[in-house]
């Protein structure tokens, strides 16, 4: 034992210093310094580190209060400065941005409708749209189709007051309305990449098209249309005949049936014919498989271009597209319902073999990509759903108006019937004979001229660029005014307005003084890829439908052309069929 064990004083400090090092995990540092006092000095070192614990503890009160008087302080201060931040941003957004463009273009002599904070003239165009809607009903085919005035009056009217380069807003999207021919061949000619699809329509018509060719811009624009132009080509489309006569073919028997059935005249509702052609056409030219199988993805397409298009318009104001409202749900639930059903199409191609067609090419493209799953995914997703889309309604669409237009025209039905006939008798036309219709290709340009389906071609431009004499800041929207260009009389002539297919007897070169106006596909570098296919498929159709069939049009026809994303017969066209 220890000689120190024996002594109390020993155990007394001992004691103390348990106790201590209970109470201050520093204390059992103190252990020496202990032993340097007597036992009646250990309560005075006690009293000691009490006051002197009393005292720290007070301090860092003290401190802690301060801290925290500090620390609220600088919550508010933060607070405070991102709200005056978010201000800043919301002015400049909203009201500093949009301001300062306009007021680039105001000193060039632009100018238009006033427009207000957030909305624009979103207010007024949502008013002329309802006015529209109520009075464009007529039961009969007028003489004069002028769809400009009928969709657009507002437009004609901002262009008599303003001139015919003029600007406006959507919510705070700045436009630039160009109806002026020598602006639009310089957009037209205009091959630089920083001329690009508009951003904002990404934002708008995102669930629809997502990021694929028809929204992409840049170098990822180049790549994608790299892939798909190819298979697009004539060399392609001239592949895809025995798909485009069976898919035509399939919509004859069935009038044929119809007509049987019905004793002899069928009064037929077009348009879904229409969408079954186009649709089995896409569906097995390009995706391998028929329209049975992709029935369910175009029905949500049509559902979705109901409601992202113009009668939707509030979601041009800023924010409107993330509130949780019922259409904005409606929409995202199609959106994933759209992909995975494409997902599910390339699941099955992936287990089995196939031809090399569009969907094989664009799977291959990406196989050997770094790029994560869920990227690949979306790009095979929203390249899919542009082809789907592109290639759906707006052939469907167009064959629809130039039946009707060959319903209300008789004699242009048997003028284009005897060219058919005579080339390829009774028979399926073959790709050679669809070129020799000189007078049914005739009738395919005025049916575009006049119920173009795309109504806009838009631009963004994505750096500050100059048009002629007109400089455009970067962010400036541009819309060439397909609509109102095909129609308008000093460049058509006073039968602007009137079906008249003879205007086409040279081609698209000649059809009138300033032919750069005529551009049903587009213009320029982002120009239609599948006009070739699409005029194919349309001159397909009608010729097969020409050579079985003589039509008219059915008191049920109510003329009512709406614009929905492109420009529909608002209550679809029945015509009257009959077996020749
Ligand atoms: C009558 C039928 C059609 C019409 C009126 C039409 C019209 C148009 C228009 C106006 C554009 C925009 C051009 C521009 O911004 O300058 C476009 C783009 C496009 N169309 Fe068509 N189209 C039709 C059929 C088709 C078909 C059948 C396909 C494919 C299967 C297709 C694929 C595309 C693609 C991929 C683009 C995007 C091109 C790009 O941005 O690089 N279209 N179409």
């Known amino acids: 034992m220890n000689l120190k064990e024996l002594d109390p004083k020993y155990h007394a400090q001992q004691h103390l210093l348990t106790e201590l090092s209970s109470m201050h995990p520093k204390t059992s540092d103190l252990h020496a310094l202990v032993f340097k006092f007597s ?20 301090k860092r009160r003290c401190s802690l209060t301060m801290q925290l008087r500090f620390d609220s302080q600088f919550f508010m201060s933060v607070v405070f400065l991102s709200f005056v931040g978010l201000l800043c941003f919301l002015y400049t957004s909203f009201v500093e941005k949009p301001n300062r463009l306009r007021s680039k273009l105001m000193k060039q002599g632009i100018s238009g409708p006033p427009s207000t904070i957030l909305l ?19 039961s009969q085919v007028p ?29 705070t999207i700045q436009i630039l309305c160009v109806n002026q021919p020598d602006i639009v061949r310089e957009v037209t000619v205009c091959t ?54 069976e898919s035509a073919a399939s919509v004859v028997n069935l009038w044929s049936n119809r007509i049987e059935a019905e ?58 597209s993330y509130l949780p409202t019922k259409t904005n749900r409606e929409i995202s639930t199609l959106e994933k319902e759209v992909k995975e059903m494409i997902l599910q199409v390339v699941k099955e191609r992936r287990e089995t073999t196939f031809e090399k067609d569009l969907l ?12 994560s799953k869920e990227a690949i995914d979306d790009f095979i997703v929203d390249n899919c759903k542009n082809i789907y889309l592109a290639g759906y309604e707006t052939t469907a669409v167009s064959a629809t108006w130039c039946l009707m237009l060959l ?28 070129g020799k219709m000189k007078q049914l290709g005739m009738v395919i340009n005025e049916t575009l001229r006049l119920y173009p389906p795309v109504t806009a071609v838009s631009r963004e431009a994505l750096k500050d660029m100059k048009f002629g004499n007109l400089d455009v800041p970067k962010g400036f929207n541009l819309w060439i005014m397909v609509v109102s260009l095909h129609t308008n009389p000093d460049i058509w002539g006073d039968d602007a307005y009137k079906f008249n297919p003879e205007r086409f007897a040279n081609g698209t070169t000649g059809c009138c003084k300033l032919p750069h106006v005529y551009m049903p596909f587009g213009v320029g570098p982002r120009v239609c890829l599948g006009q070739n296919l699409a005029i194919v498929e349309l001159k397909m159709i009608i010729a097969l439908i020409l050579s079985k069939f003589t039509f008219s049009l059915s008191p049920h026809y109510v003329h009512s052309p709406t614009l929905r994303l492109l420009i529909e017969p608002q209550h679809g066209v ?7």
């Open 120 to 138: 624009g003239n979103i207010l007024e165009l949502q008013k002329a749209r309802s006015a529209t809607s109520k009075s464009s009903s007529s």
């Open 143 to 171: 003489s004069s189709h002028n769809c400009a005035a009928l969709l657009l009056p507002l437009f004609d009217k901002w262009r008599n007051e303003y001139g015919q380069v003029f600007m406006f807003s959507l919510g």
């Open 39 to 58: 036992p009646n000095t250990v309560s005075d070192f006690i009293i000691y580190i009490f006051e002197k614990r009393k005292m720290s503890a007070e």
């Open 574 to 580: 029945n015509i009257l069929v009959k077996k020749l």
């Open 192 to 245: 630089s990449l920083d001329l690009g699809k508009p951003v904002y329509q990404l934002k708008q018509l995102g669930p629809l098209v997502g990021r694929g060719i028809l929204t992409s811009n840049g170098t990822k624009w180049v790549h994608q249309r790299k892939i798909i132009a190819p298979e697009l080509y004539m060399e392609k489309v001239k592949g895809m005949m025995n798909i485009i006569s």
């Open 407 to 434: 319903a209300a025209n008789p004699d242009w039905q048997d003028r284009v019937r005897a060219e058919v006939t005579e080339i390829c008798r009774s028979g399926i036309p073959d790709f050679s004979m669809l």
């Open 360 to 371: 094989q090419i664009i799977l291959e493209n990406v196989k050997d990509s770094e790029l």
């Open 263 to 320: 004793g002899g005249v069928a009064d037929i509702k077009i348009d879904e014919c229409m969408r079954n052609f186009s649709g089995n056409v896409i569906s097995r030219a390009c995706f391998g498989s028929n329209y049975t199988k992709s029935e369910e993805i175009f029905l949500r397409f049509v559902a979705l271009q109901e409601l992202l298009s113009w009668k939707n318009m509030s979601r041009f104001i800023p924010g409107m």
